[in-house]
């Protein structure tokens, strides 16, 4: 592959989870970052030896990756436009942003993607939706290092960024519970923590071509123990508060599409 220039704007959790993969790969790019908070510039500095800027000056080619929160993208967009070329390919990883709404302001071939903050390690999957046909700049090629990548129509986004861009806060939300559960019960605090990591590194060796469903039977005995707290979950309808958690975060997803279009 040919050098490729990566600008990454917005080094947060995201961002620096992106440049820490992207960095694992080892191939032939150059990395220019930017980024507003200090504390972040000092992070981005001591962990990967470069050196991010405040600012954009002008960007003529390569791929610009924002990593903004959504409320800041119209005044990003309203202070770069001007000063990124139409040769560059746009990659966004904004929540509730449609490509269709960047397509206003700027002529750009767009690349979105719902990565997680699995992105760090280079084993997670990229969902992505882009304006334009095959795999411009070898872009593809690069996401392809980055995880397991599969193309989606944009209008499932919402539901996308729900279960996937989120989803890892649902399992670690949940793991948290379980850990104050023990602890009320008896488990010293770090017993509890270090059981409960264990029980997570455990998981993947359960995820198979079967249903969730078929692999809880499983491990289900009659009158047996995980049995008496599935029976517990269905009494407290969990199907409910999961279906909830669920729907709320994708609703969320559209109502900020919504707002930023009325900004
Ligand atoms: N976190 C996740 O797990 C996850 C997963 C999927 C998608 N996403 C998406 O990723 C995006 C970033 O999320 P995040 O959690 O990484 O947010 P974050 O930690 O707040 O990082 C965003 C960073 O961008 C900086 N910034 C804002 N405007 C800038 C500009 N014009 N130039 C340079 N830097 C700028 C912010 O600085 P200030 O705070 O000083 O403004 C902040 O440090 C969001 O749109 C989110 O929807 C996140």
Redesign the pocket.
Known sequence: MNNLDIHI?????????LLQGLINLDKNLTFHL????TK?IDFIKKQFELD?K???DVIENGVLV?????K??N??IK??KEKISEDVLIC??????NTSYISKFINNKIIR?????SIKDNNGFIPYTKNYEKDYLSFLEVLNGLGSISEYDEELFHII?SIY??G??WYLELSSKIVEAALELGLSKSESNKIVKELIKSLPALVNEEEFSDTVEKIKSPKGTTEAGINSLKHDSFDKIIFNAINSATERSMEISKEINNE
């Open positions: 704007v917005g080094l947060g959790n995201l961002g620096s989870a930017y980024e507003k908070e972040i991010p405040t600012e954009i924002l990593c903004i929160k959504p800041d993208l005044l990003f202070t770069n966004t990883v904004l929540a509730g942003v993607l719902m990565p997680n903050l960024t861009g989120s890892p806060a």
